[in-house]
């Protein structure tokens, strides 16, 4: 059948909508639920992947459509991979009661930039402030809304127009193609590469800086690692040598440590000891092993820090109250070193005993609900990573549990364990299903066995 006959076939808009129940179905989102599914089945006709129209399908489509579209697109997950701080499913879990704690400042009133003191106007960067400069040392703090932002800014306040010396080993890409050469060129910095990819020295520094040299910006790797025949000077070489040259030194940390906990794991030097290397600016995100919200800290001398908030770019790239609720509940927790209460440390500290419990736990769930005989469910020792560019190739130890001996289609199953009511998100590898419970909350766990037995039903 021609495509133009397969066009011709597509019902008009008022014969579907009255297909639908007006008392169950609100006209003006109902018309823009069928405008979207026709439009994907005009796409899949010119593709070639629809040989027929299928009005009962239509009809279910746009239901389902319907559905979705009220819900809303961001929902719960059960994150079975392991990846504490994954990416793609919302970087670091926030303690349970954070809202709760929180919630009568960011639904009423509160005075994010306002001075009680004065009966004026104040600095919405002071409620945080002061905690970073007694957990960190710093001499000053402000707060954009991720770190990228954060580079951004420091790059066109001190840089813009001039020369940055950045090591080849260190001109990163991550996730989303943010790379630092073009945000360089974005923020008006000219990018000047020093070194090799696998060898910098403190001399390559040296010899390149000219009098339209304005800083020397170290990078985070954060998400592979140079080995071999490698060599990069110290931190404190660096900032010592900025100095000696009269130019700034900055360090674009990525992922910034505030605790001792991750040393079984993480080689990476804290916040404080990369303060104590004498850096003039350091930047670093609020989501990741910090265990926060999606933030950029800055840290540093005061009238640089004083300086990125009188850009006027700083107004496009500040954070809102909601944010700094959270950060400011957060950084509180490690001011009264209340760790334990940050759900991203506990989950990349849980012991090999405690997930062994727990992988035990989730296999008599799953076991009692799972009938069918021929299936193997089984505890296995794996390695997982932190995520989140943090702590990049180091391994971490996990307990999974494997579900084998399916006897369907392993991609099926893993596809449909996506589209349960409460979407599982789990690793395939050799034709089995690895379910890795440091990142499986045990309230999740008859869910998660629900949805097994879901996914296997309909495949």
Not at 111 to 127: A, C, P, Q, V
Not at 162 to 185: A, D, N, T
Not at 394 to 409: C, E, F, P, R, T
Request: proline residues 2%.
């Amino acid at each position: 059948m021609s495509n133009n006959s397969l066009y011709r076939q597509i019902p008009k808009m008022d014969e579907l909508l009255h297909l639908f129940d007006p008392q169950q179905y609100k006209r003006d989102i109902l018309k823009f639920c069928i405008n979207k599914i026709l439009a994907t089945t005009r796409k899949n006709i010119a593709s070639g992947y629809i040989g027929y129209i299928d009005k009962t399908l239509l009809v279910k489509q746009i239901q389902q459509y319907y559905s979705s579209f009220l819900k809303g697109s961001l929902e719960e997950i059960i994150n079975a991979t392991g990846i504490v701080i994954h990416t793609n499913l919302g970087r670091a879990p926030l303690p349970q009661n954070i809202l709760t704690n929180i919630s009568e400042k960011i639904t009423g009133y509160s005075n994010l930039e306002y001075d009680l003191n004065k009966g004026s106007r104040g600095d919405r960067y002071h409620h945080l402030s002061e905690y970073l400069e007694f957990l960190t040392g710093a001499e000053s703090a402000v707060i954009l809304n991720n770190n990228a932002a954060a580079v951004f800014l420091i790059l066109n306040t001190f840089a813009k127009e001039k020369e940055c010396l950045v090591s080849r080993g260190e001109l990163v890409e991550i996730g989303g193609s943010f790379r630092i050469p073009e945000v360089m060129s974005n923020s008006g910095a000219f990018l000047k590469e020093v070194g090799t990819t696998n060898k910098t020295k403190i001399s390559d520094y040296e010899n390149a800086v000219s009098d339209k040299t304005a800083m020397i910006m170290k990078v985070h790797k954060s998400n592979y690692v140079i080995k071999g025949f490698t060599e990069e000077p110290s931190l404190s070489e660096i900032t010592q040598k900025a100095k000696q040259m009269g130019i700034f030194s900055y360090y674009d940390l990525g992922s910034g440590i505030l605790t001792q906990r991750y040393n079984t794991f993480c080689d990476e030097k804290d916040v404080k000891k990369i303060v104590d290397s004498d850096f003039d600016l350091i930047s670093f995100s609020g989501d990741k092993l910090l265990g926060g919200v999606q933030a950029g800290i800055v840290l540093g001398r005061k009238h640089l820090v004083d300086k990125l908030k009188q850009n006027q770019l700083m107004r496009m790239l500040r954070v809102d109250k909601i944010t700094l609720a959270v950060l400011q509940e957060i950084l509180r927790m490690y001011v009264k070193e209340n760790e334990d209460d940050i759900t991203t440390i506990n989950l990349l500290n849980t012991s090999n005993t405690e997930l062994g419990k727990k992988a035990e736990e989730l296999k008599k769930i799953v076991e009692s609900k799972i009938s069918q005989s021929k299936i193997s469910i089984e505890i296995e020792d794996v390695i997982t990573y932190t995520g989140g560019g943090s702590c990049p190739m180091q391994d971490i130890h996990s307990k999974a549990l494997v579900v084998k001996n399916i006897g369907k289609n392993i991609s099926s199953v893993e596809n449909n364990l996506r589209q349960y009511n409460i979407p599982i998100i789990c690793r395939v590898s050799g034709n089995k299903l690895y379910f890795d419970v440091r990142t499986i909350f045990e309230k999740q766990f008859h869910e998660l066995g629900e949805g097994l037995v879901w996914a296997l039903r309909v495949s």
